[in-house]
């Protein structure tokens, strides 16, 4: 069956502009995240999606960020006045959270690079 | 901030023979989870250990944890060039928090 997608696979901007970044989680997985891996780094938590609520948004790095999932499916990461320092790998990860948090196993998307020039 | 901490930083082995990697952590766990990642497919979960296993396998993989020592390790036995790629260690206390890696390079 079909993976996380995500789109687009590459993004480039200029510093101050606005962007969004998309994914497309597992049909049916309940639970949705998203992670911001730079380069020679493991991937950072940004926001956690349980359904349409952000069960936890402590990962996010300033109200820059912002993530929406309005109908518990597609997720859409909104950042705002691009900053140089934004520039890394989105990588978005879903899975059926059929037990307590952080027992089932993710399924992570291809994930966006970003570029801020 | 990243929790785990993986050593080597990079591993170069020999088809065949086995590779260990190491993963130390700060803080209690609910599990600790290996990660593989590499160009082609991404970050692929491996296995995920519970804080009161001490061992676990899934084919070639070994993987022990202690949690008295805050540390994990990762054994791939008969090492493949197709192994070649980096392995993150994840710990979970309440979120998924990665370290930065372990570059395996398998010579063939």
């Known amino acids: 069956g079909a993976g996380v997608s995500q789109t687009p696979s590459n993004k480039v901007t200029e510093k101050g502009k606005y962007v969004e970044l998309r994914c497309d989680p597992i049909?049916?997985?309940?639970?949705l995240y998203w992670y911001r891996q730079s380069l020679g780094q493991g991937p950072e938590f940004l926001i956690y999606f349980q359904g349409t609520g952000a069960a936890d948004d402590s990962g996010l790095p300033n109200d820059r960020f912002f993530a929406v999932r309005p109908e518990g499916s597609v997720s859409t990461l909104k950042i705002q006045r691009t900053e140089r320092g934004d520039s890394a790998v989105y990588l978005c990860?879903?899975?059926?959270?059929?037990?307590?948090?952080?027992?089932?196993?993710?399924?992570f998307g291809p994930g966006t690079r970003l570029t801020v020039l | 901030s990243q929790q785990g901490e993986e050593d080597p930083q990079a591993l170069s082995i020999q088809e065949g023979e086995n590779a260990t990697m190491n993963c130390s952590y700060k803080t209690s766990i609910n599990n600790l989870q290996w990660y593989r990642q590499n160009s082609g497919r991404g970050l692929v979960h491996l296995i995920l250990i519970r804080s009161n296993e001490r061992e676990k396998h899934s084919g070639r993989l070994r993987v022990t944890l202690d949690t008295s020592k805050k540390s994990s390790s990762l054994l791939i036995t008969a090492s493949r060039a197709a192994d070649t790629a980096s392995y993150f260690c994840a710990t979970y206390g309440n979120k998924l928090v990665f370290g930065a890696g372990t570059i395996l390079r398998v010579k063939s």
């Open positions: 990860a879903s899975s059926l959270q059929r037990g307590p948090p952080g027992t089932d196993t993710q399924y």
């Open positions: 049909s049916g997985h309940t639970a």
